[in-house]
């Protein structure tokens, strides 16, 4: 089973920082991106930043200079690094997956727990 654990919430002042890590397990298969989302209080869930199998990278508009996304393929982990971080930054963070199947038009999706972070004034 296909497991997706995260790390690296917390609380933190304004201005400061976090490193959000997630390591996905249990897959058979090639990861073809690694994403984190996230979902403020009273609001949707949105993407917040990705990485493709190949190393591409994208931000949202909101988090970009201040946001970074990588990831270790050998050991099925994305981070993301946050800077700079506002009190609007405040959300619960998702770490996706997306999987390829047997076929290479066959894709899977799967979602950590979340984690909660908190960015006071």
């Known amino acids: 089973q296909v497991q997706l654990v995260e790390s690296g919430g917390g609380s933190v002042r304004a201005g400061g920082s976090l490193r959000l890590s997630c390591e996905v397990s249990?897959?058979?298969?090639?990861?073809?991106?690694l994403a984190w989302y996230r979902q403020p209080p009273g609001k949707t869930r949105d993407l917040v930043a990705g990485?493709?199998?190949?190393?591409?990278?994208s931000y949202e508009d909101s988090v970009k200079g201040r946001f970074t996304i990588s990831r270790d393929n050998a050991k099925n982990t994305v981070y993301l690094q946050m800077n700079s971080l506002k009190p609007e930054d405040t959300a619960v963070y998702y770490c996706?997956?997306?999987?390829?199947?047997?076929?290479?038009?066959?894709?899977?999706?799967?979602w950590g727990q979340g984690t909660q972070v908190t960015v006071s004034s």
């Open positions: 990485i493709s199998s190949g190393g591409t990278t």
């Open positions: 996706h997956a997306r999987v390829g199947g047997i076929n290479w038009y066959d894709a899977y999706d799967y």
């Open positions: 249990g897959s058979a298969f090639s990861i073809k991106r």
